[in-house]
Nanobody
């Protein structure tokens, strides 16, 4: 069974930075394109960044230029470096496959940006 464990979230001031991580176990991590998603209270879960098994990346417009997704296939880990954070980035962040069928979602990691 695939397990996803996100970590690294926290409280940061407007304009600050955080790096969050997701460790994936129970599968051949390197063959899957991965995504970071986020869900704010009362809103749907949105995809914010993706990375292919080979490292090709893509971002939604509202994080482009501020967030960087990366992966370490030797550590079965995907990262999201978040710079110039804004209060509207406040959400629970999750990792999963880029496309369905999704693995069971992890607990996520809370990112809170104070204004």
């Amino acid at each position: 069974q695939v397990q996803l464990v996100e970590s690294g979230g926290g409280l940061v001031q407007n304009g600050g930075s955080l790096r969050i991580s997701c460790v994936v176990s129970g599968t051949i991590f390197r063959i899957y394109a991965m995504g970071w998603y986020r869900q704010a209270p009362g809103k749907q879960r949105d995809l914010v960044a993706v990375i292919s098994g080979g490292g090709k990346t893509n971002y939604t417009d509202f994080v482009k230029g501020r967030f960087t997704i990366s992966r370490d296939n030797a550590k079965n880990t995907v990262y999201l470096q978040m710079n110039s954070l804004k209060p509207e980035d406040t959400a629970v962040y999750y990792c999963n496959r880029q496309v369905p069928p999704y693995w069971n979602w992890g607990q996520g990691t809370q990112v809170t940006v104070s204004s």
